[in-house]
């Protein structure tokens, strides 16, 4: 089968047996190699996977993407916004204008949230990283758990009519914008970018991604490279392995408040993964470094009552918990 990754293998090997002298299968040797052929790995699908992520999200301006949810009901519009959010993933600190805008624009509060669970869980970061780590099977599962969940809990969200525990300030703010409508918001046209400028686009948001991330990867590797070579097997079975019923719950509970790290946490969770650990505890531990950061819950609590950052919190955590050990018993 073609590795396309194979000669960073090739060139990891020779530098630990034939430059260091020291064999493959020494805790050293192992150590080194998992570091030498991560590195170059992972910070290639980075460049390229979101240069064209980048490159096709100048399809998706933010006016354009409210416009598509403008006055979607209920579990169709659910749908339409988690999709709409694999492609349109934001940073925590883009939660709060986004969900005044999407409610400003008419979008009801259970398919706005839909997106908001999406959009970070999906992040291109966590997915490229889990696709150059695990593979592509794991990944798709990933998406799939995630997009299901964002669906279902939206869903429950705009069935439980929860618009009261939305700050007064936002109701007002979408008042405003119907009654005073904006001068040539009729006539607004987005101006068509031509293909050099959309992979220009690419390549700043590729550029911007790896300039903030790299150094969390690298070290992330390292850390992941010891654990490789020289933490026994036995020691993660115990204490994350699938016999452990709490090693999800654990798992979540240590995620959340890890979300700017992921770059850093992914290629530790490959070691861990080496070394026993379940897959299912890696998806939850994932989803919840994404979509429970602790910077966007307390972002969020600017529009949010604590009523409704209370039903955001719990449906999410049960969700991941569950999506844990769902996938823990079906590959067991």
Request: charged share 10%; with cysteine.
């Amino acid at each position: 089968m073609f590795d396309p990754f194979y000669p960073f293998d090739w060139l990891a090997i020779q530098i630990v047996t034939q430059i260091l002298g020291l064999p493959i299968s020494s805790h050293l040797g192992s150590s080194l190699h998992f570091f030498l052929y991560d590195v170059p790995k992972v910070l290639t699908l980075l460049i390229v996977i979101s240069f064209i992520v980048g490159t096709f999200q100048s399809f998706l301006e933010p006016e354009r993407v409210r416009s598509l949810l403008e006055g979607k009901r209920t579990f169709a519009g659910n749908i339409l916004a988690a999709m709409v959010g694999i492609f349109t993933p934001f940073c925590s600190c883009s939660a709060v204008p986004l969900f005044i805008g999407f409610l400003e624009a008419g979008v009801p509060l259970g398919v706005t949230f839909s997106y908001l669970m999406a959009a970070p869980m999906v992040n291109e970061v966590a997915v490229i990283l889990l696709w150059g780590l695990f593979g592509l099977k794991v990944t798709l599962i990933y998406i799939g758990f995630g997009v299901g969940l964002a669906i279902a809990s939206g869903y429950i969200i705009g069935l439980m009519k929860l618009e009261k525990w939305v700050e007064p300030f936002v109701w007002e703010l979408q008042k405003s914008h119907q009654a005073i409508p904006l001068e040539g918001e009729d006539n607004l046209e987005t101006v068509a970018l031509n293909w050099g400028q959309r992979f220009e686009q690419g390549r700043f948001q590729s550029s911007e991604i790896v300039r903030s991330v790299w150094l969390y990867v690298v070290i992330g590797i390292a850390i992941g490279a010891g654990i490789h070579g020289y933490v026994p097997t036995d020691f993660i079975i115990k204490y994350a392995g699938a016999n452990n019923p709490f090693a999800v719950l654990i798992a979540v509970i240590l995620g959340v408040p890890l979300y700017a790290n992921i770059a850093g946490v992914m290629p530790i969770t490959e070691a861990l993964v080496n070394k026993g650990m379940p897959m299912g505890t890696v998806l939850a531990f994932t989803m919840a470094v994404t979509a429970l950061s602790l910077p966007e819950i307390v972002i969020l609590k600017k529009v949010l009552r604590p009523q409704l950052l209370a039903v955001f919190i719990g449906l999410m955590t049960v969700g991941i918990i569950s999506i844990g050990y769902i996938f823990n018993a079906i590959i067991n």
